[in-house]
C-alpha cells in the first residue's frame, strides 16, 4: 500500500527548532585553535558553519526518533531551506536511497543531508536511517490437520497467540512447493506431536529457518541422531547446561516440566557432530534435551541448514499440552525464540564488521588484525549495520601481516559488496587480498562482474563464478577452498557448478592485507560490509548461515540510526586569498584563487600531516586543496613533474574536464566544480603569513606556484 505524501513535516521541523535549538549549538572547542591573525575570521566562520549544520542534523535526528509517521508526515526530498539559525541558515534534504519514496517501505534506507551557512562559509554533513518494521515474528505450526485442528493444536495455537506471535497453521501433508512457499514468509517452525513422521518426511530438512520438534520420530529426519530415540515416564528432566538462552533461566539438576506422569524422550545415542545436549534423563546420561546449531555436522553427513530444538516431551502423539507446567512452556517460549533467532556464522579467524561509523580504523572484532582506512572512504549503512564506502580511485583498507593469514592448503573469504559500477578488462575490485603486488598470495575479488578467487596468481587468472553481478545491488559473496576444489557464492549458494579443481600448496609470505584495494590499483568503487576470513574450507550450510544472518540484520524488528556524520565543506571555506586551517574536520588546508591557477616546476602541494607532509604519515586522510573561481579553459595547469595531495575545485557551473589542465596522476584525489564561488578581495600577496607559504607569485590576478606548498 502506499501512502500520499502530506507536506506538514516542514511546519513541524520548524516549530521543534524555535523551541528545541538553543543549547545544541557549542563551540567551545573554537578555544583550542591558535591561528594567525590573518586566517582567524575563517576559522571562526568555518566553525559556525559546522555547528549550524549539525545542530540542523540532530534536529532530523530527533524528529525521526519521536515521530512514527516520519516518512509519511515528510516529503521526499527537501524538509527546510536556509532556515536562519544563530546568524546563518541551514537547508535540510531527506532522500529516499532505494526507490525515491519515502512512505512505501519502511526498511528502504534514508539519506540526510544538512548543510550549514554561515558568513560565506557552507558546511555539509550526512547520516543515514535504517529504520525496519516493529512487526510481531510469524510462527509456522506444522499439525496433522490444519482445516481442523485437534484439541491439543488449538491449544498450541492459543499458546502462541498468546505469547503474541502471528500463527499459521500447514498440514504435514503438504507438498514440498507449499511447504518451502510457507517457510519463506516465516520466521520459525514448530513441528507438533501430532504430525505423522512418515507423512512429512524431510520436507522441513533444508529449512533456512529454524525448527522445534516436538515429534520424536523426526529426530532421525533432521540428523540429530543415527534413529529415533526413546522414551522414559516421569515427570523431569536434569539440566545439565544452563548457559543456553533456552534453559538459562533455570538452575542445573532436576526440573519439573509436566505435572503428571507422561511419555518423555530421551536417547543414549551419540548424537550428530554440530548437536549440544542440555539436559539428560533424571538420574542417567541419555539426552533429553538437544539443540543442532545452523551449519552444524548432522549424524548422517552434512550440515544443518538451520536452528533446530529437540523438546523432551511429546513422547506419543497423544500428549496433553496443558500437562506442561510453568517451566515447560518456559523452555517451550525459550526454544521457539532460540531457532527464530538469526543465525550466527561459525567464528572466524578475522572478521571485519566495518561497524565503526566513524574513524579511520577498520577494526578486526575476533582479534588484533586491525586495518587503517586509506584515501577518502567514508561510513555509510551497510547490509548488517554500518559499511565502508569507497571511491574507486585512492580508497582502501591496509592489515599489516599476521602468520594467521599464511594458508598454504584451505581458506574461506565470505562478504557483503555492492558497486557503483564493477571494473572491466585487466582491473579487478578487490574484496580482500594477501600481497599488495602480484602475483598474489590469494585475492577475492569481482572480475568483469563476476566474483573471482585467485591462488598465487595474478589479475588475468583465477576462478569465476558464473553470476555477473549488477551496480547498485547488495550481494553476500564467498569462496572456499579446501586444498583441492574451489567453491564460489552467490546470496548463499553456489556459483560455479560443483567447483573447479586447484590443488594445493600455495606460497605465502610476508605482504600485507588489503581490503576494497590496494595501494596500487584494483580499487572497488561501491560499499563494503562485513568482511570474514576463515583458515579452513567452509561448508555450504555455513556459507548459508553466514548469508541468513546478513539477510536477518537487513530485516531486524529493531531500529537503527546509524549517523555517520561524513563532513564535507564546501571548498575552499576562507573569504580571502591564502592560506587556513580546517583541524577541526579532519582534512587539509589550502588555497583559493580568483584569478588562473598554475603549478610550475616541481613544485608539491600537501597537507602538513599528509603522508606526502613534513610530519609523516600519521594521518594520511588529511590532504590539501587548491581552488579558483575560474571556469575558462585551462584556468587550472599543473607541469607534469608536479603533484596536489588532495582535491582539485574550479568556479560554479564550470566543467572540471577543461578547467584543468593536468597529467595523469597530477592530482591524487578528484577535480569538482565548486557549489559558490567564494568571494575574494583584490589579489594581492597576503600579510602574517606562514614561513612554509613559500614562493607564491601574484601576478595580475593570477596565483603561480614554483616550489612545495604545505598547509595546516
Known amino acids: 500500500m502506499r501512502h500520499t505524501l502530506r507536506h506538514r513535516g516542514v511546519a513541524l521541523l520548524l516549530v521543534l527548532i524555535a523551541v528545541g535549538m538553543s543549547t545544541i549549538l557549542a563551540l567551545s572547542f573554537m578555544q583550542s585553535h591558535e591561528t594567525t591573525v590573518a586566517i582567524g575570521e575563517n576559522v571562526v566562520d568555518q566553525g559556525q558553519a559546522r555547528a549550524i549544520a549539525e545542530s540542523g542534523l540532530e534536529f532530523v535526528l530527533q524528529e525521526i526518533r519521536r515521530n512514527d509517521t516520519w516518512r509519511t508526515t515528510h516529503p521526499n526530498g527537501t524538509w527546510a531551506t536556509h532556515q536562519p539559525y544563530e546568524g546563518g541558515t541551514f537547508t535540510v534534504s531527506v532522500v529516499d536511497e532505494a526507490d525515491g519514496d519515502l512512505a512505501d517501505d519502511v526498511l528502504d534506507h534514508a539519506k540526510i543531508t544538512v548543510w550549514g551557512y554561515f558568513g560565506g562559509v557552507a558546511h555539509k554533513v550526512t547520516s543515514a536511517v535504517a529504520p525496519s518494521l516493529g512487526a510481531t515474528d510469524s510462527m509456522l505450526l506444522v499439525v496433522s490437520d490444519a482445516t481442523s485442528p485437534t484439541a491439543q493444536d488449538e491449544a498450541r495455537r492459543a499458546r502462541l497467540e498468546r505469547w503474541r506471535y502471528a500463527v499459521t497453521l500447514i498440514d504435514d501433508n503438504a507438498t514440498q512447493a507449499a511447504i518451502d512457499a510457507a517457510i519463506a514468509s516465516h520466521n520459525a517452525i514448530w513441528v507438533s506431536a501430532t504430525v505423522s513422521a512418515g507423512t512429512l518426511g524431510t520436507k522441513l530438512t533444508n529449512s533456512a529457518i529454524g525448527v522445534v520438534v516436538e515429534q520424536r520420530?523426526?529426530?532421525?529426519?533432521?540428523?540429530?541422531?543415527?534413529?529415533?530415540?526413546?522414551?522414559?515416564?516421569?515427570?523431569?528432566?536434569?539440566?545439565?547446561?544452563?548457559?543456553?538462552?533456552?534453559t538459562e533461566s533455570f538452575s542445573t539438576g532436576p526440573l519439573q516440566i509436566v505435572t503428571t506422569a507422561d511419555s518423555l524422550v530421551s536417547t543414549a545415542q551419540a548424537l550428530a557432530g554440530g548437536a549440544t545436549p542440555l539436559g539428560v534423563e533424571p538420574g542417567g546420561t541419555d539426552s533429553a534435551i538437544v539443540t543442532l546449531e545452523a551449519g552444524g555436522d548432522l549424524a548422517g553427513g552434512g550440515s544443518s541448514a538451520g536452528r533446530r530444538a529437540f523438546v523432551p516431551w511429546s513422547g506419543d502423539s497423544g500428549f496433553v499440552f496443558?500437562?506442561?507446567?510453568?517451566?515447560?512452556?518456559?523452555?517451550?517460549?525459550?526454544?521457539?525464540e532460540w531457532v527464530a533467532m538469526p543465525p550466527l556464522g561459525p567464528p572466524a579467524v578475522a572478521h571485519w564488521r566495518l561497524d565503526e561509523t566513524t574513524g579511520y580504523v577498520a577494526a578486526d572484532s575476533i582479534g588484533s588484525n586491525h586495518g587503517q582506512v586509506f584515501g577518502a572512504a567514508y561510513w555509510t549503512v551497510g547490509q548488517l549495520l554500518s559499511a565502508l564506502e569507497f571511491d574507486g580511485t585512492n580508497d582502501y583498507i591496509e592489515?599489516?601481516?599476521?602468520?594467521v593469514f599464511?594458508?598454504?592448503?584451505?581458506?574461506?573469504?565470505?562478504?557483503?559488496?555492492?558497486a557503483d559500477a564493477w571494473p572491466s578488462g585487466h582491473r579487478v575490485a578487490v574484496i580482500l587480498r594477501k600481497g599488495e603486488g602480484n602475483p598474489n598470495n590469494w585475492q577475492f575479488a569481482v572480475k568483469d562482474g563476476r566474483v573471482t578467487l585467485y591462488l598465487d596468481e595474478s589479475d588475468g587468472d583465477g576462478v569465476s563464478a558464473d553470476t555477473v553481478l549488477n551496480s547498485g545491488q547488495w550481494y553476500h559473496v564467498a569462496a572456499t577452498w579446501d586444498g583441492t576444489t574451489i567453491k564460489l557464492f552467490v546470496d548463499g549458494a553456489i556459483d560455479n557448478g560443483s567447483g573447479d579443481a586447484r590443488a594445493a600448496p600455495i606460497l605465502t609470505d610476508d605482504r600485507a592485507i588489503y581490503l576494497g584495494g590496494r595501494g596500487g590499483t584494483d580499487k572497488h568503487d561501491g560499499v563494503l560490509d562485513d568482511v570474514r576470513f576463515y583458515d579452513r574450507a567452509l561448508s555450504a550450510a555455513e556459507i548459508r548461515v553466514i548469508y541468513e544472518e546478513g539477510v536477518a540484520a537487513a530485516n531486524s524488528i529493531i531500529p537503527t540510526l546509524i549517523a555517520d556524520y561524513r563532513f564535507q565543506e564546501v571548498k575552499p571555506s576562507p573569504k580571502r586569498a591564502g592560506h587556513w586551517t580546517l583541524d577541526d574536520t579532519g582534512g587539509g588546508g589550502g588555497m583559493v584563487a580568483g584569478g588562473n591557477v598554475q603549478v610550475r616546476n616541481n613544485a608539491r602541494i600537501n597537507s602538513y600531516y599528509s603522508s606526502k607532509g613534513p610530519y609523516g604519515g600519521g594521518n594520511v586522510t588529511k590532504s590539501a586543496l587548491a581552488a579558483t573561481n575560474q571556469t575558462g579553459s585551462g584556468a587550472f595547469a599543473m607541469d607534469n613533474s608536479t603533484s596536489l595531495f588532495g582535491d582539485?575545485?574550479?568556479?560554479?557551473?564550470?566543467?572540471?574536464?577543461?578547467?584543468?589542465?593536468?597529467?595523469?596522476?597530477?592530482i591524487t584525489g578528484s577535480e569538482w566544480a565548486m557549489e559558490a564561488n567564494v568571494p575574494l578581495p583584490s589579489p594581492a600577496a597576503p600579510t602574517g603569513m606562514p614561513a612554509s607559504q613559500g614562493d607564491v607569485q601574484w601576478v595580475g590576478g593570477n596565483v603561480v606556484w614554483n616550489t612545495d606548498q604545505t598547509f595546516d
Open 399 to 403: 592489515v599489516p601481516d599476521n602468520a
Open 406 to 418: 599464511h594458508v598454504t592448503s584451505a581458506l574461506t573469504v565470505t562478504a557483503w559488496i555492492k
Open 217 to 246: 520420530q523426526l529426530w532421525q529426519e533432521f540428523g540429530v541422531t543415527a534413529t529415533d530415540p526413546s522414551t522414559y515416564m516421569g515427570t523431569s528432566v536434569e539440566i545439565t547446561d544452563n548457559t543456553h538462552h533456552i
Open 648 to 666: 582539485g575545485y574550479c568556479g560554479a557551473g564550470g566543467d572540471p574536464g577543461s578547467v584543468f589542465s593536468i597529467y595523469e596522476g597530477c
Open 322 to 336: 496443558d500437562n506442561l507446567t510453568g517451566n515447560g512452556l518456559q523452555m517451550l517460549q525459550g526454544a521457539l
